[in-house]
């Protein structure tokens, strides 16, 4: 899972209740994503972030809050507001210059909601 | 809209044969595509990156190819083993002013049988 850890890898959470989902990494990457993975569907991009203490929201933000306080850290909140929470979370990052670019993603986290 | 469109949706094969999933793609303007393995419940692998100059890259048993012109790429897999039964998604991203813009294909669902 190159270098990228996730946690918890299971997690519940009853309606109405805020949720945390951790991604650490240790590839020296300036930038972190986090994506929603849904059956039958393609991955959608929820939050990035290239810099410490900035971030921009992806496609499907509303409801997800994150912050980028360590290069290494980039955690997911996941708020009441969210209406369909229940997915697998993946975490993943990658350096910002040259053509490849390639993202390393985490091992996920699947959220279900009680 | 940008968009990556992978066929088969899913696929059987016998352990030891060969199979080819498809990617369609209408990302533009295009920076390079790539192919992961995803197993259940764990993130995306990597298995190959090319960019528009690259027709062909191989990965062991795994040979993608790539027609820029008319935006179509192909996975090819021979001598399927067990431990290729997973999803195979086809991921473009597109040059963009900023971030690290990538389109998912929804992934082929590979199963392989002895």
């Known amino acids: 899972d190159g270098g990228i850890t996730q946690s918890p890898k299971y997690l519940f959470r009853k309606e109405g209740q805020n949720v945390t989902l951790s991604c650490e990494q240790n590839?020296?990457?300036?930038?972190m994503y986090w994506y929603r993975q849904d059956p039958g569907q393609g991955l959608r991009l929820i939050y990035y972030s290239q810099i410490v203490n900035d971030f921009q929201k992806g496609d499907i933000a509303e409801g997800y809050s994150v912050s980028r306080e360590k290069k290494e850290s980039f955690p997911l909140t996941v708020t009441s507001a969210q209406k369909n929470p229940t997915a697998f979370y993946l975490c993943?990052?990658?350096?910002?210059?040259?053509?490849?670019?390639?993202?390393?993603f985490g091992p996920g986290t699947r959220l279900t909601v009680l | 809209k940008n968009q990556v469109e992978q066929s088969p949706q899913s696929l059987i094969i016998l352990e030891g044969k060969n199979c080819t999933l498809q990617?369609?793609?209408?990302?533009?303007?295009?920076?390079?595509l790539r192919w992961y393995k995803q197993d259940t419940g764990r993130g995306p692998v990597s298995l190959t990156i090319?960019?528009?100059?690259?027709n062909t890259k191989s990965n062991g048993r795994y040979t993608a190819t790539l027609d820029a012109d008319t935006k179509q790429s192909s996975l090819h897999i021979t001598a399927s083993q067990l431990s290729d039964s997973a999803s195979y998604i086809c991921?473009?991203?597109?040059?963009?002013?900023?971030?690290?813009?990538?389109?998912f294909g929804t992934g082929t669902q590979l199963k392989v049988e002895l």
């Open positions: 590839l020296n990457h300036d930038a």
């Open positions: 993943a990052s990658s350096i910002l210059s040259g053509n490849y670019n390639e993202q390393f």
């Open positions: 990617c369609n793609y209408t990302v533009s303007p295009f920076s390079n």
């Open positions: 090319m960019t528009f100059s690259e």
């Open positions: 991921v473009v991203r597109g040059v963009t002013g900023g971030g690290n813009k990538l389109t």
